[in-house]
């Protein structure tokens, strides 16, 4: 079974970035597409950002130009690094991996406020 564990999470101000991370388990990582999800208080689950095993993102188009996500096989990381960040950013972010039973981390939250 494969564990993924985020953080990176927090409180920023309106404009301000955080880059989260997603450490993951298991030796095949480098073979598996990865994504970053995202739940804000009485949304629905909304996909942010997704990277497939040779490294080709895909944004959201609410995120586009602002968020960035990248990985790093020979840590078993993924990361989404967060610029220009808003309100409506504000939310649960989760990452997930992208293959046989799509296992999910636990969530960091991120708070955009002033």
């Known amino acids: 079974q494969v564990q993924l564990v985020e953080s990176g999470g927090g409180l920023v101000q309106p404009g301000g970035s955080l880059r989260l991370s997603c450490v993951a388990s298991g030796s095949i990582f480098s073979l598996v597409a990865m994504g970053w999800y995202r739940q804000a208080p009485g949304n629905q689950l909304e996909l942010v950002a997704t990277?497939?095993?040779?490294?080709?993102?895909n944004y959201a188009n609410s995120v586009k130009g602002r968020f960035t996500i990248s990985r790093d096989n020979a840590k078993n990381t993924v990361y989404l690094q967060m610029t220009s960040l808003k309100p409506e950013d504000t939310a649960v972010y989760y990452c997930?991996?992208?293959?046989?039973?799509?296992?999910w981390g636990q969530g960091t939250q991120v708070t955009v406020s002033s």
């Open positions: 990277i497939t095993r040779f490294g080709t993102p």
């Open positions: 997930k991996w992208l293959a046989g039973e799509g296992y």
